[in-house]
């Protein structure tokens, strides 16, 4: 994310230089995951949007961070973290210490959208998205942490509905991996593993916009699949879906 960070301040410096159609916006909002654990995060966004003047694509930057509110209970039976050699320093933890899990990521969106007479407005966008799930104790802070990273393509539509102060837009997307990674790190475990995923699975995002001159709030409903990996080094990881439920509240500068 660190990069993607340094080319979205890169492409904002570029394209104010071109004193073109340039709009930035900032976002704060709520999510509400339902995944292994049901979880709150608070969320920060940004956003660019270029329209060159008498042109009617719309290229945009969209970048989302995420972090829990608060951690949430791991239920024991649906998770099993890899078991440690038996040293005096490391023992393993009693199969009746109560886990907790906190969630954190981010995403990034590059892509172009055709406004038509119609209202409609094609959408394609390279996509990128990160999520890790931290497995903690009582005892230990750090047990085990799965990160996931998924990239590809997105295909949506937008409709527009235009009044004279505002505007609502309710938009669809799909997204299709063309890569999956999975990276299992952990204190019993020593060094990161790392395996390719399967089960390359759709995942759908819906979106309905309200924009009131410089403010707006939004209405975001996604779901994530995430392919299970395989590592005989570790530990195998079953396909998973993940429902969020977000808010967002918006300034247009």
Known sequence: MRITICLFALLSFSLTSFGQKIRFASSIGSSIF????????????AQITYQKPG???????????????????????????VEPPIML??????????????????????????????????ILAIYSKSL???????????????????????????????????????????FEPIYRDVTLY??????PYSSLTSDNSLSYKSRLDFHYKKYGAALNYEILNFGSATNPNSKSIESSQAQLFSTFFTYYF
């Open 34 to 45: 339902n995944w292994y654990e049901n979880q709150a995060t608070v969320d920060f966004g």
């Open 55 to 81: 042109k009617k694509h719309l290229f945009y930057v969209k970048l989302k961070t995420l972090g829990n509110v608060e951690a949430s209970p791991v239920n024991r039976q649906n998770y099993t973290f």
């Open 89 to 122: 320093n490391n023992m393993p933890l009693s199969a009746t210490e109560p886990l907790t899990a906190l969630y954190r990521g981010g995403q990034a969106e590059v892509g172009f959208q055709w406004p038509m007479k119609s209202g409609f407005s094609p």
């Open 132 to 174: 890790a799930r931290k497995i903690t104790s009582n005892k230990t802070q750090y047990i085990e942490e799965e990160k996931y990273s998924l990239h590809g393509i997105s295909l949506g539509l937008n409709y527009e509905w235009k009044f004279k102060t505002s505007t609502i837009n309710l938009q669809g997307q799909i």
């Open 186 to 191: 952990g204190r019993y475990i020593g060094v």
